[in-house]
């Protein structure tokens, strides 16, 4: 990230700067409102008790206390399965778009934009779209797409409830997660790769790189670090944003027995459900930091730290 | 690998974007088509499923391709009104009407926040960039009850800017037609403020036929948003009249009959494929942007 530029003597407020921010306004407004405001708040209330009818109260710090010595769903399914899910679906699912990136560059153009349509695709369907397509796949009949196959194949007698029982259900979700992870992160590394300088692969066959895993690492990363960064902020916040992928599959929140409970499920159980919503921000303030936390990592491999 | 540097005769490095097909590909291929296959068959899937009957939707084994193709299940579902009477027709239009206007306000706040951002130099321009920046990160559900709390305390609930307002700003959005707009010379915006082109005139007449290939990114991500979203429809909208087809398309998938199987599948074809056409249409402008799309 840039580095704010220190003015040598310093300025007054001109006609100038005004002007520029009366065309950010819009933005600025509206940002403010819908994104900067609700997390400042959300930080607010973490420290109250606030049960929506009667006015907050000041609690310290209790609410994180609860959670992280009291909550027992908390720390034995969601923080566990958060970890888990966000481990694969994020940095997983980061690497599995940048290798797709670095073979789709390596055919031609017209195979390519055809192939990397279809990878794509996934990615905006949103969420409602699927739930449909999954549930039809993992239904727990016979008709469902993937008992028919595990029935036809006789390695089962009777269907199984993919959807209704704790067994498989996180597999699931990270399938399906990774499924629909490929987006606009993965769009930015495709050309990111195609953008590269031939002549750095040249000079750098000269300087004695043998294969082509040598050049991934020597060569093909370290040259398109913005777009890595890039693609790493995305995959991220895509990891956490599919946080409702278990309520959608199963129907239900709480998924079934708890397997494939993340924070963003705990978050609406408590908010929505349960109207604890000094509790429930003191968890939104803890996924934020974890997602910032994700972050600051993804900055230190590929920001311009020199 | 031996052959091709005995035909070259040369630097056998490199082999990105080739015009031509090698054989040193088909291991790409042989890795890359499976898998797009199983990425785009549940969409294909389901697809098919629009137009079956209602007899071979539940068949076993199950059909992926529809074999007795009907427009039945469209025609049901443009028939069918919701429990308390809104049309399905309704619902659409409005998913229309609020998509167009999201788009359309995003597109303006969009163009001047990123000229400012990229051609002004103003106080506090570092950190408000900044700012935009960390908001790249931001997970919308994280603050869904805080962001109710401010929507109800500004009385936007039951309005139809509660659809527009909150998806209208888009920081990825932003940060990728800023992007774009830094390599747009300043020698040309200099050139018409010598002429005495007042600053709209600029945006509209230099900066905006430039930064195409970015706005367009920017409209396929918004449309993405807005025609897919659900949450203002659920939160903050209680008259069924101003739900949209995604929150529709939702209450009827949790519908187990099996006649709402098939119009499911059709309304989730419907909304589909806006989506798919407006990013094949403007996929290689996508791409150009994508170029620029690198956090420094």
């Not at chain 1, 008992?147 to 959807?163: C, K, V």
């Not at chain 2, 930064?211 to 449309?223: D, G, H, Q």
Request: glycine share 6%.
């Amino acid at each position: 990230m840039q580095p704010v530029q220190k003015n040598k003597r310093k300025r007054h407020f001109t006609k100038e700067d005004g002007k520029a921010y009366l065309m950010l306004l819009p933005y600025i407004i509206l940002f403010s409102t819908f994104i900067l405001v609700p997390v400042i708040i959300a930080m607010g209330l973490s420290f109250t008790y606030f049960d929506v009818i009667n006015e907050p109260s000041f609690m310290g710090l209790l609410n994180y206390i609860t959670l992280f010595t009291q909550d027992e769903v908390f720390l034995k399914y969601v923080l566990p399965n958060t970890f888990l899910y966000a481990l694969i679906v994020g940095p997983g699912g980061y690497v599995i778009s940048f290798l797709l990136a670095w073979m789709l560059a390596q055919i031609q153009p017209i195979p390519r934009t055809i192939l990397a349509l279809c990878i794509y695709t996934p990615s905006m369907l949103g969420s409602v779209f699927i739930g449909v397509i999954w549930k039809t796949i993992f239904s727990g009949d016979q008709s469902g797409w993937f008992n028919s196959i595990l029935l036809r194949l006789g390695l089962i007698d009777t269907p199984i409830q993919f959807l209704l029982t704790s067994d498989y259900f996180m597999l699931i979700m990270i399938i399906v997660s990774l499924w629909s992870a490929m987006g606009i992160g993965f769009l930015s590394m495709i050309s990111g790769i195609l953008n590269i300088d031939q002549e750095l692969y040249e000079a750098a066959y000269v300087d004695g790189i043998r294969n082509r895993f040598q050049e991934i690492i020597y060569i093909t990363v370290p040259s398109m670090k913005p777009q890595m960064f890039f693609g790493a902020v995305m995959a991220i916040v895509n990891a956490f944003n599919m946080g409702w992928i278990g309520v959608t599959l199963s129907g239900a929140n709480p998924t079934p027995g708890y397997s494939g409970q993340l924070i963003t499920n705990h978050i609406d159980d408590y908010g929505f459900l349960r109207y604890e919503m000094g509790y429930a921000a003191a968890i939104s303030v803890v996924l934020l930091l974890v997602v910032y936390g994700f972050n600051l990592v993804a900055g230190r491999l590929f920001g311009d730290n020199d | 690998m031996k052959k091709r540097k005995q035909r070259r005769g040369d630097f056998q490095g490199s082999r990105i974007n080739p015009r031509n097909f090698s054989r040193g590909q088909i291991k790409f291929y042989v890795i890359l088509i499976p898998l797009a296959a199983f990425m785009i068959l549940p969409v294909v899937m389901l697809v098919n499923r629009a137009f079956m009957p209602l007899g071979e939707l539940f068949a076993f084994p199950p059909h992926i391709v529809a074999h007795n193709p009907t427009m039945n299940n469209f025609k049901s579902l443009f028939a069918l009104s919701s429990t308390t009477g809104v049309p399905m027709l309704r619902y659409l239009l409005n998913s229309v009407l609020v998509t167009v206007m999201t788009v359309a306000l995003n597109l303006v706040i969009t163009i001047l926040g990123a000229y400012t951002f990229a051609k002004k130099n103003f106080k506090g321009k570092a950190a408000l960039f900044e700012i935009n920046q960390l908001a790249l990160m931001f997970v919308p559900t994280a603050v869904a009850i805080s962001r109710y709390l401010v929507i109800t305390r500004l009385h936007l609930t039951d309005t139809w800017l509660v659809h527009v307002l909150p998806l209208a700003a888009m920081p990825v959005g932003l940060f990728l037609v800023k992007q774009f707009t830094d390599q747009i010379p300043d020698a040309l915006i200099e050139a018409a403020v010598m002429d005495g082109a007042r600053e709209l005139t600029i945006v509209r007449k230099i900066i905006v036929p430039l930064i195409r290939p970015a706005l367009a990114t920017s409209i396929v991500l918004t449309f993405q948003q807005v025609w897919m979203a659900t949450e203002a429809s659920n939160n903050y909208v209680n008259n069924d009249t101003m739900r949209t087809l995604a929150y529709y398309l939702n209450s009827l998938s949790t519908n187990n009959t099996v006649a709402a199987a098939g119009m499911t599948a059709a309304a989730s074809v419907l909304l589909f494929l806006p989506n798919l056409l407006i990013f094949i249409c403007m996929q290689s402008q996508v791409m150009n942007t994508m170029s620029h799309s690198g956090i420094k």
